[in-house]
C-alpha cells in the first residue's frame, strides 16, 4: 500500500460527503490521483445492509454499542479488498467516514466513564484484529449542530429510509456530544494526526471550494 490515507470526519450534515468530492476533484485536477470512498457503503457490503436497517428503525430490539459498533467496523473489513485497491491506484484515498466515526458515535451513547474504554475497544477491533489501516490523517470538519441540521435537510432521499432524518439524525443530543467527541478526539490525536476545519466563517457557510483548498492544502 503506498497512498496516502485521508479520513473526512464530523457529525451528520457537517458537509463530508461534499468536501470529499471537492478536495478529490480538486487533487486530480492538480494532477494528484485520488478517489473517494464512503462509509457505511449501504448497497455493497452485509453490515452496511444491516446498518441501514438499524439507522431506518426497522431493527426489531435496541442493540448494544458494541454490538453497533461491530457492524461498522465489518462494513470495512468486508470492505478491505477495495479499501487496499484504490490505496494501490491512487496517491490519495478519501474516506467519507473512518474508524473515528465509529469511534466518536458508539461513545456517545455510553456514559462518561465507559467512553473512553470503548473507543480504545474499537480501534483495537478496527486496527488490530480487522487489520484496517490507519489513516494518515483524519479531517474534523467542525459545523455547528443547528446548521448541520439544517444541511441534512437539504440532501437528496437516501437508499436506506424514506425519512428526512435518520435514527442518529434525528437525536440533536447525540449530536451534540458526537461533536464533543470529534474535539477531543482531534486534541489527542487519537488514531494519528488531526486537523480541524471549520466550514464556518463569520457565522456563514463556506463554500466546498474554499473549505477543500485548506483541507488540499494540509496534504502537502
Ligand atoms: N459548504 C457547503 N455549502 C453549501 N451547501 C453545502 C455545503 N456542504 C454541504 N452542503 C450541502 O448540505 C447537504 C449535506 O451535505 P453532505 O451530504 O456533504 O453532508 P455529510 O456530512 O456527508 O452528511 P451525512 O454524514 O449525514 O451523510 C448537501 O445537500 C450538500 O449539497
Ligand atoms: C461509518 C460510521 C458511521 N456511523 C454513523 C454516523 C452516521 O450517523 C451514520 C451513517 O453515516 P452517513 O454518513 O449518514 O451515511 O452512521 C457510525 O456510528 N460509525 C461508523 O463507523
Known amino acids: 500500500m503506498t497512498g496516502l490515507l485521508l479520513a473526512i470526519e464530523g457529525g451528520d450534515g457537517a458537509g463530508k460527503a461534499t468536501?470529499?468530492?471537492?478536495?478529490?476533484?480538486?487533487?486530480?485536477?492538480?494532477?494528484?490521483?485520488?478517489?473517494?470512498?464512503s462509509f457505511p457503503r449501504y448497497a455493497e457490503t452485509l453490515g452496511g445492509h444491516v446498518l441501514g436497517e438499524y439507522l431506518g428503525g426497522r431493527l426489531p430490539h435496541a442493540a448494544s454499542p458494541r454490538?453497533?459498533?461491530?457492524?461498522y467496523a465489518l462494513d470495512r473489513f468486508e470492505s478491505a479488498a477495495v479499501i487496499a485497491e484504490a490505496t494501490a491506484r491512487h496517491e490519495v484515498v478519501v474516506f467519507d467516514r473512518y474508524i473515528a466515526s465509529n469511534m466518536a458515535y458508539q461513545a456517545a451513547q455510553v456514559g462518561p466513564g465507559e467512553a473512553?474504554?470503548?473507543?480504545?475497544?474499537?480501534?483495537r477491533l478496527e486496527v488490530e484484529q480487522f487489520g484496517l489501516p490507519l489513516p494518515d490523517l483524519s479531517l474534523y470538519l467542525d459545523t455547528p449542530v443547528e446548521v448541520a441540521r439544517g444541511l441534512i435537510l437539504?440532501?437528496?432521499?437516501?437508499?436506506?429510509?424514506?425519512?428526512?432524518?435518520?435514527?442518529?439524525?434525528a437525536d440533536m443530543a447525540l449530536q451534540a456530544r458526537v461533536r464533543a467527541n470529534y474535539a477531543a478526539m482531534a486534541a489527542e490525536g487519537l488514531l494519528?494526526?488531526?486537523?480541524?476545519?471549520?466550514?464556518l466563517a463569520d457565522g456563514a457557510l463556506r463554500s466546498p471550494r474554499e473549505i477543500a483548498g485548506e483541507i488540499v492544502g494540509l496534504l502537502v
Not at 454490538?67 to 457492524?71: H, K, Q, R, W
Not at 473512553?116 to 480501534?123: E, S
Not at 494519528?192 to 466550514?199: F, I, L, Y
Open 154 to 169: 437539504r440532501k437528496r432521499k437516501r437508499s436506506y429510509t424514506d425519512e428526512a432524518l435518520d435514527t442518529y439524525e
Open 116 to 123: 473512553r474504554d470503548l473507543m480504545g475497544w474499537i480501534a
Open 192 to 199: 494519528g494526526r488531526w486537523a480541524t476545519v471549520s466550514t
Open 19 to 37: 468536501a470529499a468530492a471537492e478536495v478529490a476533484a480538486q487533487l486530480n485536477a492538480a494532477g494528484r490521483s485520488a478517489t473517494v470512498l
Open 67 to 71: 454490538a453497533i459498533a461491530t457492524l
